[in-house]
């Protein structure tokens, strides 16, 4: 394989130019096309990963999904927090309506291979690696996007019906949908030199 000339003006823009982008900001009723969303994974599918363990997985939810994925997330808040005494809800309203707001939700999944016997913090940032490479195709196709952890993310629960064992993780939400308005997000960051020890 030769090596690819890269444009390095592109790659810088995409990658300082990525946004998060929230429910409120969705563009409801017009849903991405699958084909893109394909694609965001595959570049997902080229994220860094020691010993090539790949340890992302997906449940891409989409159509009807978005019902069975916000019915079952508001009905397991609601057993736990019925427990616990604490039920709120416009939580459970928001956990049973989110979804349906997006085009699509892609559950991120830690698939945890122990045979490889590596740190679990290198199989996290692979997957959150991974991740960066879904925002930044979305930001590419100009698509609002966006990663969150709340919701059942840290639920026992949840595991089973997402198919995962003791060891795996969620690791939450990653939400795509097309933008309300045409603005795009302004972004700030602190200078990086502020960040920065250098040892010559």
Do not use: C
């Amino acid at each position: 394989m030769e090596r690819p000339d890269f444009n390095i003006e592109e790659v810088n823009k995409i990658i300082r130019g990525r946004r998060s982008m929230f429910v409120a900001q969705f563009k409801e009723n017009d849903p991405v096309d699958d084909a893109i969303i394909e694609e965001i994974l595959e570049n997902a599918n080229w994220a860094p990963t020691h010993k090539l363990t790949e340890p992302w997985r997906f449940t891409v939810f989409t159509g009807e999904g978005l019902k069975k994925l916000g019915d079952f997330q508001a009905e397991l808040y609601k057993e736990r927090a019925s427990k616990s005494g604490n039920f709120i809800e416009a939580t459970y309203q928001k956990l049973k309506e989110n979804p349906l707001k997006a085009s699509h939700v892609i559950i991120i999944k830690m698939k945890r291979d122990l045979k490889a016997n590596l740190p679990v913090m290198e199989e996290i940032s692979a997957v959150a690696m991974a991740v960066q490479n879904m925002y930044l195709t979305a930001a590419a196709h100009g698509l609002a996007s966006y990663w969150g952890t709340g919701g059942m993310t840290f639920w026992p629960e949840a595991k089973e019906w997402l198919g995962l064992e003791e060891d795996d993780m969620m690791m939450g939400y990653f939400y795509v949908a097309k933008p309300a308005t045409d603005r795009w997000p302004a972004g700030k960051r602190k200078p990086v030199q502020k960040k920065t020890d250098w040892v010559r």
